[in-house]
């Protein structure tokens, strides 16, 4: 199983998100992947940067994207992901493949700790890398445009994990999205596991616009409730009716993981008129994973 995470500078919030992120790959005990994506320059793979042209001994480490990739590497030393040499971000460990520069680094528990560089627009690039190399889960800060937001959702061939915010002292209860959507036992289990390794709790939603609820919402909100209980988790369900978009929202706060799994809807309907998931993270003020 491998997780990406992408960053973009090296403010508070990114530490904090790759403190999530690393929680969060120890208890599915995923590999690590952390990418940047660089503006695309003019002449980038042609000039300095590039290994088919000069050695990679030669090669200027605090060049853009390069730098933020070796301040990561350092992050995840300090928070004792790796226990590792500093020293071991060298050029030999970078490697040219696929229109990126990986770097490949050990982890001491065996799983794989990859450094990747990409230029280009950010969609763009993350697309083809979850495309090309089969993650479970992308990890990245809320966009600032929903536009952005909504086609990170729709178009990354993994699960997402949008953080507007990230507090790592605070025990974040999970809000769990219950309908009956082919993902949702999917965001049950990563629920699961997510609430254990953060020591907390699951809140069950299940949210129907009238006060009839149709079979296929109570049928997963029983196996939900079955499941939890299962693997001894700690949690509590409900059946509200509302507006599910609101209730979550209103539910979730500022201080709670939301996990619910993709919509159904067909993709040209999404892409005109999004789905709910969609609509949640650009509304949620608190992190959201969204299963696929």
């Not at 495309?131 to 178009?155: A, C, D, G, R, S």
Request: positive net charge; hydrophobic residues 35%; proline residues 3%.
């Amino acid at each position: 199983m491998k997780f990406l995470l992408c960053i973009h500078n090296q403010s508070e919030a990114t530490r904090n998100i790759i403190r999530l992120t690393i929680k969060v790959a120890e208890g599915f005990g995923a590999d690590l992947n952390i990418i940047v994506v660089g503006r695309e320059a003019s002449g980038f793979m042609e000039s300095e940067m590039s290994i088919t042209h000069q050695s990679l001994s030669e090669w200027n480490l605090n060049q853009p994207g390069i730098d933020l990739l070796h301040w990561a590497f350092n992050r995840i030393i300090e928070y004792g992901y790796i226990n590792e040499d500093p020293n071991v971000f060298q050029p030999e460990n970078f490697i040219d493949e696929n229109n990126r520069i990986r770097i490949i680094l050990p982890h001491s528990s065996g799983s794989k700790v990859n450094l990747i560089l990409r230029h280009g627009k950010l969609l763009n690039e993350l697309r083809n890398e979850t495309k090309e190399n089969q993650y479970e889960l992308t990890i990245i800060e809320k966009p600032k445009k929903n536009k952005l937001t909504h086609h990170l959702i729709q178009f990354l061939n993994s699960s997402i994990f949008i953080v507007p915010n990230f507090d790592p002292n605070f025990k974040y209860p999970i809000l769990l999205g219950v309908n009956d959507s082919k993902y949702t036992k999917r965001a049950v289990m990563y629920s699961a596991i997510i609430s254990k390794q953060f020591g907390t709790y699951v809140e069950s939603l299940t949210v129907s616009k009238t006060t009839k609820f149709r079979s296929g919402y109570k049928n997963a909100s029983k196996w939900a409730d079955k499941y939890l209980k299962r693997l001894k988790v700690e949690h509590e369900f409900n059946l509200i009716t509302g507006s599910a978009e609101e209730k979550i929202i209103e539910m979730a706060g500022d201080n709670h993981i939301i996990v619910i799994g993709q919509a159904d809807r067909n993709e040209i309907r999404k892409y005109v008129f999004g789905s709910k998931p969609i609509h949640i993270s650009q509304k949620a003020n608190c992190p959201i994973l969204i299963v696929k």
